[in-house]
């Protein structure tokens, strides 16, 4: 079981930044492969990075490449989503997540974080 909780949400202007955090319960944090996903008011909820079990590997949604950086401290338990020069169109509630297989197969949600960016 892992358990996973967001936080560093809030309201912040366009061009600026945020940190999210999820903290992850559970000894087995380490056997998941992480990621951070978003969904907008009337919107599916989309992928926006993801980082493997070692923190080796990244990747990212195409909206959000070069602005966006995962990470994952496994010592921690905690996986990070820094979010720079952010736009309007990057408003969402945004959830952290863990699979053992693939993006499309998530075991466990957090509860989610809403991001406001204003214009």
């Known amino acids: 079981q892992v358990q996973l909780v967001e936080s560093g949400g809030g309201l912040v202007q366009a061009g600026g930044s945020l940190r999210l955090s999820c903290a992850g319960s559970?000894?087995?944090?380490?056997?998941?492969?992480m990621g951070w996903f978003r969904q907008a008011p009337g919107k599916e909820r989309e992928i926006v990075a993801a980082?493997?079990?070692?923190?080796?590997?990244?990747d990212y949604a195409d909206s959000v490449k070069g602005r966006f950086t995962i990470s994952r401290d496994n010592a921690a338990n905690t996986v990070y989503l820094q979010m720079n020069s952010l736009k309007p169109e990057d408003t969402a509630a945004y959830f952290c997540?863990?699979?053992?297989?693939?993006?499309?197969?998530?075991?466990?949600w957090g509860q989610g974080t809403q991001v406001t960016v204003s214009a």
């Open positions: 559970g000894r087995t944090f380490s056997n998941y492969a």
């Open positions: 997540a863990a699979w053992y297989f693939s993006w499309n197969s998530v075991n466990y």
């Open positions: 980082v493997s079990r070692n923190g080796g590997v990244t």
